[in-house]
């Protein structure tokens, strides 16, 4: 998911505006913009009123919806799905795939437009304004050692090079925890700008803050979050209670925690609306495309909008039946299962939705024209159409990461750290199933581009399996013995988890493979000899029969062989990782080759080695994956105390996830 990346929102707004609604004229009811929160019972006997128009809107628009989905069909260019089919579903999981978008959606967005006037966060920001802002916090506590007290985590945060900030002694009963990113509020930079792309802790834009604006006196959440407070201590309820003085500041933090979750979903909400009201439903994007391309471009986007809606009102009624204690992870649970039937698919199609928009945007001129225009929207606040795409991938991870952080704040043995490590270990469920599902879907196809392409010199090896996987490929150098003509020729290795081909690379692109071995009998040997003053970046494989002296065109490019052949490595020992050096993401990478390690925006790595050309081998805390990356999206944690933390924090979580 992406991861925060990923990482508080505006219910669906149908006017494509924020604007506040006064009064609810008789006969307008089904008025487009909603901008003002509040409860139904404050309406008194206007709110059957506004609840009958809202839902007679959202049934005649989903029918128009419905009329369109009908022309398209009856148009006839409809190619058959090729896509590669991985899934054995089970008869709930197809009975659900069936009735999701009509009956059940057809009910939850209804129930959506019903809730939407008494929704909590009616004018917050975007999903990516929102993850951004979170990433660019987490990088500069990553840059201090600090603990602030809750009640002094404004958004306005001290500059990395400025003196540290001297917090009060805590008490003793209360051990210093890390304090919670509050979500800045500053206009949106473009999140997807290169200006921004390769920023440091150092040259990170600091959030300024915001003008104060009077409250509502609703006890109610009626408030809009990215104009007044981003913060749960800030709610009118919470901030006038006598009951907040009383909680520890590791409560507070807590708290926090888990009110991100909430604002963050209504983020999110907010980011899938816009897709589906602005995008997905714009007739002048809906003539351009096939029923076929419609499908790929916006797979069970409609499923994941309303799954999302539906889990942000439950977690709207818990805060709303005890703002001061209310819990999260018992919501993120029940509803794992719900994620699992819509994000697996819709997470596994991503190859097919890049390249079907990359084809329309080089392909058809016309497509590209009226997506631009679109994005010129100022309901998408300079955000590309892509961005909001890839939004389901970063907010499943980012829900992990928030739950991770609920594990290290609640107290061991209680009931909210069972619940809480339930909803971790059924999200990493999740997260794991949808990358074999990518990963098996582009082995298989790869495979069998691979098979057609392939002579073999020596005895046949079938190549297309379910279960085999690419761990990497590319060209490598065969030193020759000196009795032999040719002291050298080029060849080129596929390794899979389970065997290694090595072949002669032909014109055309095809392959002659010369030999291949199981990986079991494979072993890497570094070469640090220099035979001749040229040679450079040599290592020895080891097959069953003989063994080879291999040359490569980089030292990072040696080291990634030697490392991938002797998969699979040893886990992490956080207890015994105080010497290894720490490092920060601080420009998203997303991978090129099956060994590379994607990163967010303030992802903590581990580093195992480093090249001499710019590459690092590394485990993410987060998750315990290891791979490469390049060292230029990264930055050296040089102060010891935080990266004590960090460790602390990765061995907690390990230990009270491996005790429940």
């Known amino acids: 998911m992406e991861g925060v990346g990923g990482e508080s929102g505006q219910r669906r707004n ?5 604007g506040e609604v006064g009064e609810l004229a008789e006969g ?10 509040c409860s ?11 609840r009958g128009g809202f839902r007679k809107t959202t049934e005649r628009r989903k029918e128009e919806h419905v009329e369109e989905e009908k022309e398209e069909e009856e148009e006839g260019d409809v190619g058959r799905d090729r896509r590669t089919r991985i899934f054995s579903t089970t008869d709930e999981e ?3 795939s069936e009735t999701w978008g009509e009956d059940d959606l057809r009910n939850v967005l209804d129930k959506v437009g019903r809730k939407k006037r008494n929704s909590f966060f009616n004018a917050a920001q975007l999903y990516q304004q929102y993850s951004e802002e979170a990433q660019n916090i987490e990088i500069l506590r990553q840059s201090h050692f600090t603990v602030v007290p809750v009640h002094e985590e404004r958004p306005a945060w001290p500059l990395p090079s400025g003196p540290p900030i001297s917090a009060p002694p805590a008490p003793p009963s209360a051990p210093a925890s890390r304090p919670l990113p509050p979500l800045p509020l500053v206009p949106h930079p473009h999140s997807l700008s290169s200006s921004r792309s390769s920023s440091s802790a150092k040259n990170l834009p600091l959030p300024e803050t915001p003008k104060a604006e009077p409250r509502p006196p609703s006890p109610r959440l009626s408030i809009s979050l990215g104009q007044s407070t981003s913060l749960w201590q800030d709610l009118p309820a919470v901030r006038n209670s006598a009951e907040l003085g009383q909680l520890s500041e590791d409560q507070r933090r807590l ?24 995008f997905v439903k714009s007739k002048q994007l809906g003539v351009l495309l096939t029923t076929q391309d419609r499908s790929w471009l916006f797979s069970r986007f409609a499923d994941v909008r309303a799954i999302s809606h539906s889990f942000l009102s439950k977690l709207e009624e818990k805060v709303e039946s005890n703002m001061l204690q209310f819990t999260v992870c018992d919501v993120i649970a029940r509803h794992c299962q719900r994620f699992k039937m819509v994000y697996v698919p819709y997470l596994t199609n991503q190859s097919y939705q890049d390249a079907t928009y990359q084809r329309l945007m080089n392909e058809n001129q016309r497509f590209k024209r009226v997506v631009e225009k679109l994005e010129r929207s100022p309901v998408c606040q300079r955000l590309p159409l892509r961005s909001f795409l890839i939004l389901p991938f970063q907010r499943i991870t980012r829900i992990k990461l928030l739950v991770q952080n609920i594990v290290k704040r609640t107290a061991p043995g209680t009931e909210e750290v069972v619940q809480a490590i339930k909803a971790l270990k059924l999200l990493e469920k999740m997260i794991q199933e949808s990358n074999e599902s990518i990963s098996q879907m582009k082995s298989i196809e790869s495979l069998v581009s691979l098979s057609a392409m392939v002579d073999f010199e020596c005895k046949t090896l079938p190549l297309v399996s379910q279960s085999r996987r690419l761990v990497r490929e590319g060209p490598v150098t065969e030193l020759m013995e000196f009795s032999v003509k040719d002291t050298e020729r080029s060849i080129y290795l596929h390794l899979f988890n389970d065997h290694l081909l090595l072949s002669l690379h032909k014109e055309g692109g095809r392959f002659t493979v010369i030999d291949h071995s199981p990986v079991s009998d494979l072993r890497a040997e570094n070469c640090r000899v220099k035979l001749h003053s040229l040679q450079k970046n040599l290592f020895r494989l080891h097959l069953s029969q003989k063994a080879l002296l291999l040359r490569t065109d980089t030292q990072n490019d040696k080291l990634r062989w030697i490392s991938a052949i002797s998969r699979p490595q040893p886990e992490v020992d956080f207890s015994a990782a105080q010497d290894f050096t720490q490092m920060q993401c601080i420009r998203a990478f997303v991978t090129q080759q099956p060994d590379e390690l994607s990163l967010e925006k303030a992802d903590v790595i581990l580093v195992h080695q480093q090249s001499g050309d710019g590459w ?45």
């Open 28 to 37: 307008r009811e089904a008025t487009a913009a909603v901008g003002r929160s």
């Open 40 to 50: 139904l019972l404050e309406l008194g006997s206007k709110g059957p009123t506004r």
């Open 616 to 660: 690092v081998e590394g485990t993410k805390l987060s998750d315990r994956h290891r791979g490469w990356m390049p060292e230029s999206h990264l930055e050296t944690i040089a102060n010891s105390g935080v990266c004590q933390r960090n460790l602390q924090d990765a061995l907690k979580l390990t230990t009270a996830t491996a005790a429940v």
């Open 94 to 96: 197809s009975a659900f």
């Open 255 to 278: 708290q926090e925690v888990r009110f991100e979750v909430v604002t963050s979903e209504a983020s999110y909400c907010r980011s899938l609306d816009i897709v589906v009201e602005h």
């Open 14 to 18: 149908r006017g494509g505006g924020g």
